[in-house]
Every structure is written in C-alpha cells, then in structure tokens.
C-alpha cells in the first residue's frame, strides 16, 4: 500500500528555522517525483514545488523560489521542506503528493504538517 | 503568469447533476486533473488526464474537456459529496504546476 507519511505538528516563532518531512511507503520512492502543497487557512492549494528522489532535481514556485528548500534523502524515502527564517504568514497546513508516473497530476498524498508561526 | 478559474461555489440538490467549469488558457496543450477535498482532510484525486477515473472512485464523477475549459460532473449528486473541489494541472514549458481557485459544493 502507497503511503505518505508527515511529521508532526509544529508551533514555532518568527526567525526561527524548521524542516518537516514526508517518509513514502509501499512503493519504489526514487522513481516517483515528490511535490510540496500549501494551504493557507481557509484558503486553496498552492502548489510549491517539487523535486526527482533519483536525482534531487528541483524546480519551484516563481513565487516561492529562495524562500523555502526543497530536498530529499532516497537511503530513508524521505523528502523534505525547510525554512530558514520563518514568518508568521507561513502558518499554513502544507502537504507532500506523489506525482503520478508519466503524468501532470498527483495521485497519493499525505496527511498534512500544521505549521503555527506566533510571536 | 498561468491561472486556471473555477467558480467559487455551485448548490445542487441531492439527486441532481453538479457540473464544476475550470479555465485556463493553457488547457487545450495539457491533461487536467481534479481533487476532492473534505473539511479537515488531505485532497484525493478523483479525475486524471481530463477525464480518467482513478480505481475506488464512483461512476458518479466524470471529467471532459473543450478547449480552455475542462468541466467536472458529478451525477447522482449526494451528500457526502459536499466538499471542495479543485482542478490541476502544468505548463510543461516550466514546469510550474498550478492549482485552480477551488469550488465549494453545497448539498442542498
């Protein structure tokens, strides 16, 4: 069974740093492309990019280049998004997805990380 | 920039036929895809390459496609189908995806 599984829940404060993961499962990792999704809340998705496990070729939201990285561990099936200095408007859930194999859509996700940002 | 446009809500009655328009200027070149998400809940795809249906899907969710505008159905609409909906998709070109604004469902 295909599965996607996020790390927890995170409250943090403004400047400070956080990497969440997303551990895939039931399936060969490195051969399927892992994207980010964010969603704001009450708001709709945002894709915000997406990297190859093979190769750890990225490429991101125009709008979000330079604000967050994107990387993967394929020895752990693990992929992950970090900040480097958070702002309170990162508050959002934000969701990996499998991409589907030769396709333009995501077929698998996982359950959400809940990233609080307060001072 | 590439945008895709939803309507932001569409009410139909239980039994009845929801259809959820979504344009974009780029969706004549690539598949569209659509999710369905509930409150408090992960999206699952419920349509790929415009109208593919994935397994464990109803027969009740179909997909088409006309030129900028794809068009999700949901037939026999049902109760539990009040959710979000949003269609996908991606300029190949850049490979940037995009999602679409989202529509709500209500089950009247």
């Known amino acids: 069974e295909v599965q996607l599984v996020q790390s927890r829940a995170e409250v943090k404060k403004p400047g400070e740093s956080l990497k969440i993961s997303c551990k895939g499962s039931g399936y060969n990792f490195t051969n399927y492309l892992i994207g980010w999704v964010r969603q704001m809340p009450g708001k709709g998705l945002e894709w915000m990019g997406i990297i190859y496990p093979g190769d750890s070729d990225t490429t991101y939201s125009p709008s979000l280049q330079g604000l967050v990285t994107i990387s993967v561990d394929k020895s752990v099936n693990t992929a992950y998004l970090q900040w480097n200095s958070l702002k309170a408007s990162d508050t959002a859930m934000y969701y990996c997805a499998r991409l589907l194999a030769q396709q333009l859509g995501f077929d698998y996700w996982g359950q959400g990380t809940l990233v609080s940002v307060s001072s | 920039s590439y945008e895709l446009t939803q309507p932001p809500s569409v009410s139909v009655s239980p039994g009845q036929t929801a259809r959820i328009t979504c344009s974009g200027d780029a969706l004549p070149k690539q598949y569209a895809y659509w999710y369905q998400q509930k409150p408090g809940q992960a999206p699952v795809l419920v349509i790929y390459?415009?109208?593919e249906r994935p397994s464990g899907i109803p027969e009740r969710f179909s997909g088409s496609s006309s030129g900028t505008t794809v068009t999700l159905t949901i037939s026999g609409v049902q109760a539990e189908d009040e959710a979000d909906y949003y269609c996908?998709?991606?300029?190949?070109?850049?490979?940037?995806?995009?999602f679409g604004t989202g529509t709500k469902v209500t089950v009247l």
């Open positions: 390459k415009d109208s």
């Open positions: 996908q998709s991606a300029d190949s070109s850049t490979t940037v995806y995009v």
